[in-house]
């Protein structure tokens, strides 16, 4: 017996994670320009950060991914609830045992060239993501695909993995163990198809600018050469879904300064802008004005390479118990944004048994406590001395800077004769030097792409691309792998797993620090109407957005 899914259905099997809360919230839009009879669909919005890379596979931040998301589409997609609904697949059949899963594509689904998209173009993105050879960052995401881990480790030839195409329109998985959130992970941009031959044939350039890809989602993208601040999504006319795409034209812009942001919105010249901190309190009048809580976190993380002072354990514990998050929150970012005092942010997954969030189960970690955090300080010092300078790395957006600030002045305050020199760097610069592993402590953060709680867990194991700073802990890398494969089947045996390694992670080896949990504000044009605020992966989703009077 097998489960079928068919097109336009909201996804409520038991396997399935349901939106949890506040998944959409919708407005209303008007055009700056209208005619006499019809209402332009054109829009100008702003971004926080550029966008990094278009090639899928490779894809890691937010601000590139809220785009991505924007420009192709998987096997899934997120519906205004977040949650999972047929794609690019007309219908899903899954077996009985939750193990294999079966998509049959639409005859319809054409790339934005008219090539009609094949079952072949997913076989070839997911190999290219997962193959050690051209490897993605979130090739994880596969591992729970039968041979999955073993083909992303090397051990096995990238042919034996559990994924084909059966034909033209019809692709096949197979799953090691069931997974709840499945549906979820596939509709992330990261496992969006990708075109053998055009891939191919452009060789090195692809996915650099907007005429090196592409594109199967609502828009494409123009103007856009690999490093400009500005460009353009348009309406893909190819696209399966098109009529239902209101939006002609999207004109984005990167601002780093949110003051400039809202002038441009006062002004009428922009229609979509992020706020945060006193501007909330500001402008949260007005009727454009939307708050949601993000299933995201902020963090600090640490690079213990051999001879930096933050490789000893008391002095990264004294920074951890030195912050005091509430008054963060409360008088510094003053949006929203909530103290957090674990790795996994809350409502992001809940317990299909018992119903309770994981956040609420595991409990909180490495809560502000300066007597304690002087004491590991003064233990520190016998180690290390008595003055200690690091750099704190951050991005040079508004949110950052203040948060750095901040930071700098608990620790320096807290912890006499620690020195925090705050290294401010653009967002994708910011990424890079992670990468590079070219930073002491650095501030950062982490959004989920789907309802996948491993994703987070992910950050510190061993082999994960996100490992920036050299953790290595052998009981928490057997643990979060246990909880995804063997205990995948079994949620109580799973988020004690999770529990025992977040324990490891933050109590034990303080690697690293949670800060909080952010919030999102925007003004909107108040007559644009049907944005949509996904849970998972984005700031926002324009694909349903129309101008309205």
Partial sequence: MKKNILLGSIVTLSLILGACGNGSTETNQSSKSKETTEIAQSISISTPAPISTLDTTQTTDKNTFTMVQHLFEGLTRFDEKTTPVPGIAETIDISEDGKEYTFKLREDAKWSNGDTITAQDF?????????????????????????????????????????????????????????PSFLSVIAIGWLAPQQQAYVEKTGAAYGTNSDSILYNGPFVLSEWDGTSDTWKLEKNEEYYDAKEVKLEEIAVQTLKEENTGINLFESEELDLVRISGQNVAQYSNLPGYVTFNDVANSFLDFNKKEGSPLANLNLRKAIALSIDKEALTESVLADGSKPLNGLVPAGLYSNPETKQDYREFSGDYLTYDLKAAQTFWKEAQKEIGNKVEVNLLAADTDQGKKVSEYIQSQLEENLEGLKIAVNLQPSNNVNQSRRDKDYEISLSGWIAGSSEIDSYFNLYVN????????????????????????????????FEDYKKAETILLEKDAAHIPVYQSASNYLINPNIKKVEYPLYGGYFFLRNAEVAE
């Fill in 123 to 179: 076989e070839y993105s997911w190999k290219r993501l997962l193959n050690p050879e051209t490897q993605g960052p979130n090739a994880y995401l596969l591992d729970n695909v039968v041979n999955g881990l073993a083909v992303r480790n090397g051990e096995k030839k990238i042919d034996e993995v559990g994924f084909k195409a059966v034909s033209d329109n019809e692709f096949k998985v197979t799953l090691e163990n069931p997974q």
């Fill in 463 to 494: 082999d994960s691309s996100y490992n920036y700073g050299n953790y290595n802990n052998k009981e928490y890398t057997e643990l979060v792998v246990d909880a995804k494969t063997k205990n995948a089947n079994d949620s109580n045996k799973q």
